[in-house]
């Protein structure tokens, strides 16, 4: 509903600027098709959601493990915490040229780009997770006998799971936004590389173009995966779904 | 229903083997203190406590908010070491928790992501029960408390008096020795709480556990004990025992569980006022100082 009026504003004011520097949403849908047909944008697109797994997996793995011993560790939080907070603060393409220095122009380096803008909001809402569970369902699970990694995983996790995901979401979208300034400055294959190009050839319909697949590619996370997720929490703890 | 739940039921005519059920254990306190560690330092919450429950005994600790009720079951647990003294079931000393002393809390606790037969099943997995006897057992115990129907009900789904009852199913699953109850009807209607009391007393007389309950609720401990033990504050401690001698089953209306009620309350009460005093001083001494919060009131606010 609310898109068709958008994607209808786009195309009144497309057609009332009548110029190349706004294609309407048929141009663009023109290039899209153009852009499948011929190859460029499935293989960027590839390339872009290859790194993007890649990097958010080991962000997610490492981040909710970050989180979970800063919630449970006193000592881990007293030496990480403070730096954490302060490196959250850090736009995680900022470490873009280091990450280059470091591993020169790889994929080593875009990686480290999109592991470091999605671990850390991963790593706190894990921590403000695992913090909250109620200290009730931790007594009762010991009571049963549940120690060490059984505990962890068997309650503990579980128990910050509704935290744990809106951690998971904003990482995705982080480690979506990192990735695609990365391409765009680090020019080697990817959406954003084809972004950098639509600018250079002043092709305006490649680029919204891309802005348009980026969108399908946000809503479609959500639609195959965080919203089905949100939806079996709902089911479970009894809140609404956002 | 009821009936058929209390008698045999005829489908556990049809098991191999009755279940041979964990006797009660003796549980006892010697010269028992316990101190909690706090950012100001340590905080004496048991002051040498003497307490000897017997085997397939049904005890009821009563005594004002302080007085360390849930200290002396956390002890009993194995979820607390003493700061000094032994705790002992059978004689030996306890170390750590485990299946055999299992807890029903005041919010039932139970796990908000699993099913009503799954947490019920949560401790057996521990314990590395097969799944087919796991099934059995879950299925058995939510027949006793006569929540089969909600089996496949998630917590949420549930009213706060079948939660407490699927909390009791979950605390028997491993057929435990000692069964530890800390206020677990305090949140409930008292229609709610006395057929609860009711279903406490009728699986105490079936399985003969030993059973620790804690409550604020004087008339519902004369209906429950076998015996109360009455317990002060500042510091806690264990004041004195009243036996209570009347037949079971008791039913809730029983004029002889008034008549002792009202006896035992005129006994706390002085402890009770004492409290009242000093916690009004407390908030005059120091206005504008940090007001203890308690933290099931803003559970997930902080996400
Ligand atoms: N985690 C803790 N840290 C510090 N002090 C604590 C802690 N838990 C309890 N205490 C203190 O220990 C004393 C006994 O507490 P306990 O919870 O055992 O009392 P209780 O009899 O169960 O009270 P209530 O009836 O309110 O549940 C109290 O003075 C309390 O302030
Ligand atoms: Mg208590």
């Known amino acids: ?242 | 229903m009821t009936a058929a739940a209390i008698g045999l039921p005829a489908d556990a005519v049809a098991r191999p083997s009755p279940r041979a059920t964990r006797p009660g254990a003796s549980t006892s306190l010697e010269r028992v203190s316990f101190s909690f560690q706090t950012e100001k330092g340590a905080r004496l919450a048991i002051e040498s406590a003497n307490l000897h429950i017997e085997a397939g005994e049904l005890v009821c600790l009563v005594g004002p908010s302080g007085s360390g009720k849930s200290t002396i079951l956390n002890l009993i647990a194995g979820l607390l070491a003493p700061t000094e003294g032994r705790v002992l079931e059978n004689g030996a000393p306890i170390d750590g928790p485990g299946p055999a002393r299992a807890m029903v809390f005041q919010d039932a606790a139970l796990f908000p992501w699993l099913t009503l037969r799954d947490n019920v099943e949560y401790p057996l997995q521990l314990a590395g029960t097969p799944k087919g006897e796991r099934r059995a057992r879950s299925e058995e115990l939510l027949r006793m408390v006569h929540l089969w129907r909600f089996a496949q009900s998630f917590p949420h789904e549930l009213s706060g008096g079948m939660r407490q009852r699927g909390a009791i199913a979950r605390a028997l699953a491993t057929d435990p020795a000692v069964l530890l109850m800390d206020e677990p009807f305090a949140a409930l209607d008292a229609q709610t709480r006395e057929i609860l009391q009711g279903e406490v007393e009728r699986i105490f007389l079936e399985t003969r556990k030993t059973v620790v309950f804690v409550t604020h609720n004087v008339r519902e401990a004369v209906r429950l004990a076998d015996r109360i033990v009455l317990m002060g504050t500042r510091p806690g401690r264990i004041l004195r025992d009243v036996i209570i001698d009347l037949p079971r089953p008791r039913a809730a209306n029983d004029e002889r569980v008034a008549w002792f009620a009202a006896d035992v309350a005129g006994e706390i009460r002085s402890e009770v006022e004492k409290i009242a005093r000093e916690e009004a001083d407390d908030a005059w001494v120091a206005p504008g100082g940090r007001v203890r919060v308690d933290p099931r009131r803003n559970m997930g606010g902080g996400i």
């Open chain 1, 1 to 242: 509903m609310f898109a068709s009026i958008l994607v209808g504003t786009w195309a009144a004011a497309s057609s009332l600027a009548n110029s190349p520097l706004l294609p309407g949403p048929i141009a663009v849908g023109r290039t899209i098709a153009a852009a499948l047909r011929d190859g460029t944008l499935p293989r960027a697109l590839g390339t872009s959601l290859l790194r993007l797994l890649v990097g958010y997996a080991v962000s997610l793995g490492c981040g909710v493990l970050l989180g979970v011993s800063l919630a449970r560790s006193p000592k881990t939080k007293s030496a990480i915490g403070p730096l954490i907070l302060g490196l959250s603060s850090v736009p995680s393409i900022c470490w873009l040229p280091l990450a280059i220095l470091w591993f020169g122009l790889s994929e080593w380096a875009i990686q480290t780009v999109i592991v470091l803008g999605a671990l850390l909001p991963i790593a706190v809402a894990t921590e403000g997770a695992v913090r909250h569970v109620p200290p009730q369902l931790i007594r009762a699970a010991r009571t049963m006998g549940a120690r060490g990694p059984r505990l962890l995983f068997g309650v503990m996790i579980p128990a910050a799971f509704p935290g744990i995901l809106s951690g998971a979401k904003l990482g995705w979208t982080f480690a979506l936004r990192s990735l695609m300034a990365g391409e765009l400055l680090f020019v080697s294959g990817g959406l954003g590389q084809l972004l950098e190009t639509g600018r250079d050839i002043g092709d305006t319909a490649l680029v919204l173009a891309i802005i348009v697949t980026i969108v399908a590619l946000g809503r479609a996370s959500e639609w195959l995966l965080f919203g089905r997720l949100d939806r079996e929490v709902g089911r479970r703890w009894g809140t609404e779904a956002a």
